[in-house]
Every structure is written in C-alpha cells, then in structure tokens.
C-alpha cells in the first residue's frame, strides 16, 4: 500500500494557473503509474491525466490537453500536475492516485491507492 497527501489546490480566477503536488511514501514510487483524477458536485470521478513509472509513457483527458502538464520526480516520490488556462469547468476536488501496474488507465477502478483529495475552485 501507498500513501498520498495532496497539496497546492486553492481559489484562482478564470484563466490562472495552478500546480498541484502528490507526494507518496510506502511503496517504490519509481514502479507506481501516477494520476490525477477530479471530482465536482453531483458528478463521477473523472480521469484527469496520468504518468507512467518510465515517466515518457503520459495520458491526458481531452478536456485539459494542451492545458494541463502531469510530472513526476522519482527522487522526491512526487507527482505533479501544472494546471493552466483554468476554466470554471475545472472547478472540482482532484485526487491523486497509484496503480500497480503497466500503462496508464484512466478507469478509477484499476488505481489501488488514493489521496484525500484537494479543492480546486475557478471563479468566472
């Protein structure tokens, strides 16, 4: 089992930029896919976008291409995901997460390990 602590969401106007941060401890973060997921009021848990353990195989929604960057430092066991141009639609509490395995799944069930989740709210 994994452990992750979200950081970094907040309240920023339309069109800003955030960086949110994941960092792990527990597991060989080096062998882990990292992701990101989101969540807003009365709707399912989405894929946001993702890292594989060789940090060159990433995944994206296409709703935050070109918008959004996911990172990883192995050293520091530490996912990031750089948010910019933010739309009110991005409004939600994402999620860090780790799956045990190859590729990157964007299918909730497949990840093994969750934060506890960070608000972020984009006023229009």
């Known amino acids: 089992q994994v452990q992750l602590v979200e950081s970094g969401g907040g309240l920023v106007q339309a069109g800003g930029s955030l960086r949110l941060s994941c960092a792990a401890s527990?597991?060989?973060?080096?062998?882990?896919?990292m992701a990101w997921f989101r969540q807003a009021p009365g709707k399912e848990r989405e894929f946001v976008a993702g890292?594989?353990?060789?940090?060159?195989?990433?995944r994206y929604a296409d709703s935050v291409k070109d918008r959004f960057t996911v990172s990883r430092d192995n050293a520091k066991s530490t996912v990031y995901l750089q948010m910019n141009s933010l739309k009110h639609e991005d409004t939600a509490v994402y999620y860090c997460?780790?799956?045990?395995?190859?590729?990157?799944?964007?299918?909730?069930?497949?990840?093994?390990?969750w934060g506890q989740g960070t608000q972020v709210t984009v006023s229009s």
């Open positions: 997460a780790a799956h045990q395995g190859l590729g990157v799944p964007n299918i909730a069930d497949y990840f093994q390990s």
């Open positions: 527990g597991r060989t973060f080096s062998s882990l896919t």
């Open positions: 890292a594989a353990s060789d940090r060159k195989n990433m």
